[in-house]
């Protein structure tokens, strides 16, 4: 179906989630001859954060990149903001699209919402109820200020009911990581020879990933952590695979840890490679959004290093559990879910998320 649409669209991104989740809707504008723009604020400008997934999603380049690099939130916040107001104003969309809940995408709600351009907010209706991180103020404030809500679950769209958003601007569409998981997973399998670059077999390793700032920041924290994965060497005797974020990196470094050489740490991957390490993991653990609905979608049990997540839904199917950080805990959990049969329905949706966002949006904006 196409759209016919004079239309424009600002689709705004900066780091890899949201590369990696706007590509549906992307690639449906180009399909569907949409007109579109991509401005990148380069939140995220290392190669194997950033340019890696455009090249392996094959994305247009950005109109616009903003260089705007790494900083402390009202630094990041501040320079986002001035930068995009200009382009908008200067491009005049008739919509701005933003997804999840980054510094990124808060600077990209106010600057649209401010200059009175319609907003839509794609992972709408998210939430941990942990106020100290910070993605939980840049999702509160985002919703609260679009003109469309693209909840992914039923669940999602009644935290936003209850907060008094108008069921008017609220459309349930299921999550883009749907999509984009099943777009790359055949050619992940084709293309990808991570297992054998890293010597380890299906099913045999367990894949960790762990970058969240309240996670990594403190000491106490992250060695608790890190001990968590000794704990699970010397029960399983099995690789644990942990492709490190650079905050993580940073902070090994800075907080002068010795990592086992149990655990083999490796620089991130591509897409197509995280994907084949996680559907042929034992079981992965993790404190990321994305890499728990990837789980869940591929069948593959999850422990979240976490007290709370905003993804309650993979809780709710038995494909996910929240562990904490406590050392101990973390073995229970894994205990728990490592025989876990691996049957549970994909909560986010059938993968038509792209097509219903492009559809609601171009129907409703005037
Ligand atoms: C950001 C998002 C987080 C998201 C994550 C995805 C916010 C508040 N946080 O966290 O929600 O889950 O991206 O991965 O928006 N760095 C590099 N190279 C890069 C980017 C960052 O080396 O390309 C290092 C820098 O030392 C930087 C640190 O990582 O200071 C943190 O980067 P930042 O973008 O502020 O936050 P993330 O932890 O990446
Ligand atoms: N990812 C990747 N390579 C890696 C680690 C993660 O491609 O080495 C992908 C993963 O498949 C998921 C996304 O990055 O789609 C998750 O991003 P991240 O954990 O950085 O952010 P969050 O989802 O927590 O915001």
């Not at 401005?39 to 995220?44: C, R």
């Not at 890293?198 to 309240?214: A, W």
């Not at 890499?291 to 999850?302: K, Y």
Request: net charge positive; with cysteine.
């Amino acid at each position: 179906m196409k759209f016919y649409t004079n239309k424009k669209i600002c689709i705004i991104l900066g780091t890899r989630p949201e590369i990696i989740k706007m590509s549906p809707i992307i690639k449906a504008c180009k399909k569907q001859k949409i007109k579109f723009f991509i401005l990148h604020t380069n939140q995220h400008y290392s190669e194997s954060l950033d340019k890696i997934f455009f090249k392996e999603l094959r994305l247009p380049q950005a109109k616009y990149n903003l260089k705007i690099g790494s900083g402390s939130h009202a630094e990041e916040v501040g320079r986002m903001l001035i930068n995009i107001e200009k382009i908008l104003v200067k491009e005049t969309p008739n919509i701005v699209l933003v997804e999840g809940d980054t510094n990124t995408v808060l600077a990209g709600a106010l600057a649209a919402a401010k200059l009175n351009i319609k907003l839509g907010h794609i992972e709408a209706g998210l939430r941990s109820y942990f106020r100290k991180m910070p993605e939980e103020i840049n999702r509160i404030l985002t919703d609260h200020c679009s003109d469309f809500l693209f909840a992914p679950t039923k669940n999602a769209k009644n935290i936003l009911l209850k907060e008094g958003i108008s069921s008017k601007k609220i459309f349930i569409t299921g999550n883009t990581i749907v999509e984009a998981v099943h777009q790359n997973l055949k050619l992940a399998n084709k293309k990808s020879k991570i297992l054998s670059r890293l010597k380890i077999q299906k099913e045999n390793y367990f894949l960790v990933t762990i970058h969240r700032s309240e996670n990594v920041d403190k000491i106490e924290g992250l060695k608790e952590i890190l001990e968590g994965l000794d704990l699970i060497y010397m029960r399983f005797n099995l690789p644990i695979i942990y492709p490190v974020h650079p905050r993580t990196k940073k902070m090994i470094k800075k907080f002068k840890l010795r990592i086992s050489k149990n655990i083999k740490l490796i620089e991130p991957v591509g897409f197509l490679d995280f994907l084949k390490l996680e559907a042929n993991a034992k079981l992965i653990l993790t404190d990321s959004g994305g890499v728990q609905e990837e789980a869940c979608i591929l069948q593959v049990p999850c422990v979240t290093l976490r007290e709370n997540t905003e993804r309650p839904e993979t809780l709710e199917v038995k494909g996910n559990i929240l562990s904490g950080c406590d050392s101990r805990k973390i073995l229970k959990c894994v205990l728990k879910m490592i025989n876990k049969k691996r049957n549970w329905k994909n909560p986010f949706g059938s993968g038509d998320a792209s097509k219903k966002i492009l559809k609601l949006f171009l129907k409703n904006a005037k």
